[in-house]
């Protein structure tokens, strides 16, 4: 299922982890804290580059039916 959202987001010229990362910044107030897992100095530049970015909504919205078979699954 991530998988298929990465592709999906990748297919409308975006990201999964860009997409997460504002998110998680920027749709809910109760997400106080988010840790960034950049592998290298240009992964954490361009996710910090988006921060100011509004997050698409649209895309946030499939992105979340993708992964809704397997929403509060553990």
């Given at each position: 299922v991530?998988?298929?959202?990465?592709?999906?987001c990748k297919s409308k010229g975006s990201n999964l982890a860009k997409l997460?990362?504002?998110y998680s910044t920027q749709s809910t107030k109760d997400i106080t804290s988010t840790l960034i897992?950049?592998?290298?100095v240009n992964e954490m530049e361009e996710l910090l580059s988006c921060?100011?970015?509004?997050?698409?909504?649209?895309?946030?919205k499939d992105?979340?039916?993708?992964?809704?078979p397997v929403h509060n699954q553990t």
């Amino acid at each position: 299922v991530a998988q298929q959202a990465a592709d999906y987001c990748k297919s409308k010229g975006s990201n999964l982890a860009k997409l997460a990362f504002q998110y998680s910044t920027q749709s809910t107030k109760d997400i106080t804290s988010t840790l960034i897992g950049a592998r290298n100095v240009n992964e954490m530049e361009e996710l910090l580059s988006c921060y100011n970015e509004q997050i698409d909504k649209e895309l946030l919205k499939d992105v979340e039916e993708i992964f809704k078979p397997v929403h509060n699954q553990t």
